[in-house]
């Protein structure tokens, strides 16, 4: 299925999409943030087959997706008015809510925790699969993590997720490159006050402004009755090429080249001085460099070199879901 941005979608694709899910199929389908892995999240053959086809811990929650903020809270045991407010201001978007889960819901989605990660994406193909979804089974939501497999670099488009999955998948619909090319921010609100868990194009000064109370991150937040809850993209390693990465300061990037050995691949802003085997030039705005991240990072990987250097990007508040990916992808096993 191929959808531009004034090109009608082709509900056909769709419907196919929805009869592959019922039957407990995976699709792939485009968000605005990357590609995800879908399957029926009420179907339990479904989400061993999802879990099975991306290698995903047992114990590692999925998010599950849907078409409106009043069906996405049906599967919330309470739903706090912080949740509600920011359901109102980010969804359909990039925004993940984490709450308490309703009774019902399977240990699968949640990892066999007590709280279910909510999202409603805005891309134009994902909204008419879930609402085509939830219009064969009412209140029904979508499990999907991203279309790869486990722990490595997230797809931002069909292409990736055919290179990572080939016939493991049922059907992958089209939708383009992912809008935004890092995963949804997400808040837990399961037990309080808002914890930023993983920051992504929702910032804090942005949730913030919505709550008007401060967003605590979650190495510094106060949680002494119970521990943090697991979440997607939440290990130390992930979404990492299998080529060995490391981050390398802009000051020390050349003379990273020249000592070290064998042949490299370069992520940077600018061209190395010194000769490399393959180099990337990354844009200087956060959000255009987060967008083309993940496909950078594929094509470096596919190159054959012994590493991939990373120049790192600034450390301000705006680079802040950038310095996460790029810290757990280069974080070596």
Known sequence: MREGRDAGIQ??????????????????????????????????????????????????????????????FAWALDVPEAARRLAARFWPGPLTIILRRA??????????????????????????????????????????????RFGRVSPTRAAHVR????????????????EIGIESTIVDLSRGPAVLMRPGAVGVAELEAVLGERVAEKDGANRTDKAMPRHSGGLERHYAPRTPACLVAPHALDQAIAEMPGALAVLAFSRPDVPVHAWRRMPRAPDAYAQKLYAALRELDACGCDAI???????????????????????QA
Not at 111 to 137: E, K, M, N, S, Y
């Open 11 to 72: 509900m056909t694709d769709i419907d196919h999409a929805v009869a592959i899910l019922e039957r407990g199929g995976l699709v792939a389908f485009p968000t605005e943030t990357v590609y995800g892995l879908g399957a029926d999240a009420s179907n339990a053959a479904a989400l061993d087959r999802l879990y099975a086809v991306k290698a995903r811990p047992l114990d590692h929650p999925v998010i599950v997706h849907f078409d409106s903020a009043a069906h996405a």
């Open 103 to 148: 009774p019902g819901i399977g240990d699968q989605v949640t990892g066999g925790q007590d709280t279910i990660g909510l999202r409603v994406p805005a891309h134009a193909v994902a909204h008419a699969l879930l609402d085509a979804f939830a219009r064969r089974r009412p209140g029904a939501g979508i499990a999907a993590p991203s279309a790869n």
């Open 163 to 178: 290179a990572d999955l080939g016939d493991d998948v049922d059907c992958v619909l089209e939708g383009g490159s992912s």
């Open 309 to 331: 250097l990373v120049e790192a990007p600034p450390a301000t508040p705006a680079w802040t879901a950038v310095n996460d990916r790029l810290r757990r992808a280069c974080t």
